[in-house]
């Protein structure tokens, strides 16, 4: 589909309008050098830059009165972020002054020859200090000596701030460390209160299980004593083995705390402790499982108790290795039976490879004839 062109003599052009020729420079450079004229050109103009600054004024405050814009304090930022700022705050400040200073001794004018010979026709101390060094004048007023200790100041800060901050974080990682030994300290603490208070309780139940009327009788005496004496009607291990099996698991204790719990106005009987020494007399070697010397057809053998028939005991002897101390077990199980009498003594389970006896249990053995 083809278009055509239509030209109209109505058409015409009563004014003409042509735009203003701009600058060259203000078209070239980047956006911060076209901004930094736009500035300089607006701070020539004194009364519109006292305008613009007067309207930004009034929006401010109007968004401030409408709540828009809400003044920040530092103390509501965290404390590191306000550390830190706090930090940049005071080396600006440092800073600041240090260029006062190098701007105070640059503004310093040079004497003039009139001053330059009186002080050489008249020195004296004060007027010497005053005066710069002719290095002084050729610098604009700040001499090198001058320039040298500010160097040497800043070198000597820059020093002094690294020691700091490695003692700064020297003691931060002393802190961490104390706070977990605290940590674990306060876990130690809270676990040997909690057995004091277990063992406290364990101790007051068995005080209340031997202070039962099956378990042990009143004796007579007077009133006014606060704890009257109470006598036992069983031995120290039958009311041991009675209160295991009556208690809870986790309440359950070995002989001998048992024996200690038990108070001093609860004793036992006469013919009761008699008895008990008696049972306590029996060897210990006489346990299932337990590894003892016995002389057996003339010899020495190592071996474990397996079976106990009153006075008849079944032990499993092991072979020994010629006159070493290396002991096996045999591959046809060695079964023999032997009575209390000749059992030497009980000794500790075999270890290594090897199965050696320890050294007191090998001079036992050694010396058993």
């Not at 063992?199 to 007077?222: C, P, T």
């Not at 083995?241 to 609860?266: G, L, M």
């Not at 106990?308 to 199980?333: L, R, S, T, Y």
Request: hydrophobic share 30%; with cysteine.
């Amino acid at each position: 589909m083809a278009f055509v062109k239509e030209e109209s003599q109505d058409f015409r052009i009563e004014e003409v309008f042509s735009l203003k020729p701009e600058d060259p420079q203000e078209q070239t450079g980047t956006s911060k050098e076209r901004t930094r004229r736009y500035r300089e050109r607006l701070n020539q103009d004194e009364a519109r830059r006292e305008e613009i600054l007067r309207e930004r004024r009034r929006k401010y405050q109007e968004k401030k009165a409408r709540g828009e814009i809400k003044p920040r304090h530092i103390s509501s930022l965290p404390k590191q972020k306000r550390d830190r700022l706090r930090e940049v705050w005071r080396n600006t400040a440092r800073r600041r002054k240090m260029r006062k200073d190098l701007e105070a001794d640059l503004d310093e004018k040079p004497p003039s020859p009139e001053q330059l010979e009186m002080s050489h026709d008249s020195p004296s101390p004060q007027a010497a200090h005053r005066l710069p060094s002719t290095h002084a004048q050729s610098n604009g007023g700040l001499g090198e000596t001058h320039q040298h200790k500010v160097q040497a100041e800043m070198r000597r800060l820059r020093k002094e701030n690294k020691r700091l901050q490695a003692e700064l974080e020297r003691m931060r990682k002393a802190s961490r460390k104390m706070r977990v030994r605290m940590r674990r300290w306060n876990k130690v603490k809270k676990a040997v209160r909690l057995l004091k208070k277990a063992a406290a309780e364990k101790k007051q139940n068995v005080i209340a299980f031997l202070s039962r009327d099956e378990n042990s009788r009143l004796l007579a005496g007077e009133e006014t004593h606060k704890m009257q004496r109470r006598l036992l009607t069983k031995t120290l291990l039958e009311l041991h083995a009675d209160y295991n099996e009556t208690c809870a698991p986790e309440h359950c204790i070995s002989y001998r705390q048992f024996a200690s719990y038990r108070p001093r106005y609860i004793t036992e009987a006469a013919m009761h402790r008699d008895q008990e020494q008696e049972e306590e007399s029996e060897p210990e070697v006489l346990q299932l499982g337990r590894f003892i010397i016995v002389k057996y057809d003339d010899k020495r053998c190592v071996g474990q108790i397996v079976e106990i028939q009153g006075e008849e005991i079944q032990v499993n002897c092991m072979a020994q290795h010629g006159d070493k101390n290396a002991f096996q077990w045999p591959e046809k199980e060695e079964r023999v039976s032997c009575s209390r009498s000749d059992i030497t003594g009980a000794i500790s389970e075999p270890y290594g490879r090897a199965a050696k006896l320890a050294d007191l249990d090998w001079l036992m053995f050694i010396s058993t004839t």
